[in-house]
């Protein structure tokens, strides 16, 4: 029987929260649980919002509630060209197309297409990228990035999907809590996978890691169900073999909105320092219900 493998994989672009410390105790108990293996992993792609202070600061925070880990941890920001072979990769299979558009050009595409971008279809993630740089002929595509003007890869989904269909491989995948799950990366339509200055995006790194590290069981909060979608996509495109997965309840604070670092949600570190215990933190997430 393959031995039970979970992570927890924070971004240090702030301090952690209560909904951290739920999502890393969760996948540490289940891990304990059921005889396994707990791993932690550290998502810094985003180089110019992650900050050595706050990786230190999560060591700490962790460690503190009692969390312990294999050394040393992977660092994604160390591993770009990893990444960048692998969005090489997709280029070739065909799925993937650059696109030029700003955020200003999608705001006046989706404005003229649809009278405002918040009436233009929808994912998870917000209105869905209207392929505006889908039908760029090759010349057009190769003039672009000869000026060297930035770009996104975009996975062509339709293409992404039909090559998906033709695999062989099963076109589901099982969250442990809501159970099969029919593959419906469409929900999420042509999303980035790569930038040119960032090899690499959430989902592909993601991805590519849990392989790499034997992830078996992917624990996570409800408001990344959607995503669950597209890591499935992406396994089948590489051939990979992919886990289970868990999408816990989110923590939410006093007004009824889930913990998030934008919302400068209580920090686990503020706990720490004004006397709180880690006995007294993981008595108010009561994890006794989530099993």
Known sequence: MTQIVTRFAPSPTGLLHLGHAYSALFAWKIAQKRGGR?????????????????????????????????????????????????????????????CFCTRKDLERELTDMFGAPHYAPSGPDGPLYPGTCRTLTDDQRSQQLATGKAHAWRLNMDKALFRASRSGQDLSWIDERAGLQPLAAELMGDIVLGRKDIPTSYHLAVTLDDHLQGITLVTRGRDLFPASHIHRLLQILFGLDHPRWYHHDLVKDAQGQRMAKRRQSLSLKAMREAGQTAEEVMAKLDLSKAF
């Open 38 to 98: 707990f791993l932690m992993r550290l998502e810094d792609i985003d180089i110019n919002r992650c900050r050595p202070n706050f990786v230190a600061d999560l060591h700490q925070d962790l460690a503190w509630l009692g969390l312990r880990w294999p050394t040393p941890v992977r660092q994604q920001s160390h591993h770009f060209a990893f990444y960048q072979k692998a969005l090489e990769d997709l280029k070739r299979m065909g799925v993937l197309y650059p």
